[in-house]
């Protein structure tokens, strides 16, 4: 599909998904308007930093730009900062916006990204109490941390183990409650939380496993306690919410689109509405390398949609499907994942944990599905090429340090 080079677009969302296709758009010869539409107050810039360089006071919202403001402007990009969209009218091709203003628009991309879940219990409105998704976020977070502070961190998944890991590294301590009886447990196997685990705790960070939390309590409006579902009261500083993401894809619901768990999208990244586009965290999109739908939520899924919707616009061929890939940064460890674990009947390591260098590999009828490589950059990019050629892998050499990757992809 492809639209008139004069059509009007509209992107709702200026995060890393909007930006990227915005500035694809122009690179791709679209010569009509382009609105970039977001209710932050800066431009685009990359989100994964902010729960360890930005944390750490190693990065800022310039260094952390996709691009700078300039960059709009010279590309006839229309930015809209604080702007927030309210709703979308399909049939006049339009959308309002909370301080008034109508948007009409040709073609409609929503990237509009999804929200951290909030913990509906009591005290959960104090001051101190956050989550970490945007950069004003990660300000209030950075200015709670420091020496002689105690930090809290409600959920083990990858985002609290990098909360806790830049907590320690500015001096805090820090404790991470998760309900589950190991870290990373709706995410990685057994071998691989207990290496986290362990790594963790060498560096000082303390666990309270197997248990959940009832409530917060304050003093002047902000919090000092959390209250555990075991009776323990811990006291704290802060507290990060960590436990999960939704999509904001309320404005596609109320206007009528197809969504479940995100907004239903395929491989060109159009909606159930010709006009309409969507692409990033907020999408529930096609996985043919696994046969089935999934949301992302990475830095990657929203490049290569951001792609598949600027091609279809222009009529470009549709870009090459690539295998979903993530990273999480802890202290000195440099975890990179490939796949997804999905019908997974054999787990195989490679090297040993004990060395901080060995990688994790999920496999389904002698298939690799997904890879968990920490400091093991090879085997992190041959296992995505054996997720991609969906070949047969031999399992004796995938897992003697000898062979070399290389060889075992071939």
Known sequence: MSF????????????????????????????????????????????????????????????????????????DIQFHPNTRAVRIHRADQLVDCADGWVIPYDVLILA????????????????????????????????????????????????????????????????IIERETRVLARVACPALSEFFSDYHEAKGVRFELGCGVTAFQGEHGHVTDVVLSNGQVLACDAVVV??????????????????????????????SDPNIYAIGDVTHRPLPIYDRMFRLESVPNALEQAKQAAADIIGRPTPQMEVPWQWSDQYDLKLQIAGYPFDVDEILIRGDPKTAKFAVFHLHGGQVQAVEAINAPAEFMMGKTLIGNRRAVDKAKL????????????
């Not at 950069?135 to 420091?146: I, N, Q, R, V, W």
């Not at 003697?400 to 290389?406: G, R």
């Open 4 to 75: 008139s080079p004069s059509a009007r677009i509209v992107i709702l969302g200026a995060g890393h998904a909007g930006g990227a296709c915005a500035a694809l758009l122009r690179q791709y010869g679209h010569e009509g308007t382009i609105s970039l539409v977001g209710d932050e107050p800066i431009p685009p810039y990359q989100r994964p930093p902010l729960s360890k360089a930005w944390l750490k006071g190693e990065a800022d919202a310039e260094s952390l730009a996709l691009r700078p403001l300039s960059f709009y402007a010279d590309n």
């Open 399 to 410: 897992v003697d340090l000898s062979v070399s990757m290389k060889e075992v992809a071939i």
């Open 242 to 271: 960590g436990i999960g993401a939704a999509p904001n894809d309320e404005l596609a619901v109320e206007a009528g689109l197809n969504c479940t768990r995100g907004i239903v999208v395929d491989l060109a990244a159009r909606t």
């Open 112 to 175: 509009t990204g999804a929200r951290a879940l909030p913990l509906p219990i009591a005290g959960s409105n104090l001051a101190g109490v956050l989550s970490l998704r945007t950069a004003a976020d990660a300000e209030a977070l950075k200015a709670a941390l420091g020496p002689g502070k105690t930090l809290a961190v409600i959920g083990g998944g990858y985002i609290g183990l990098e909360v806790a890991a830049s907590g320690r590294a500015l001096g805090a301590e820090v404790v």
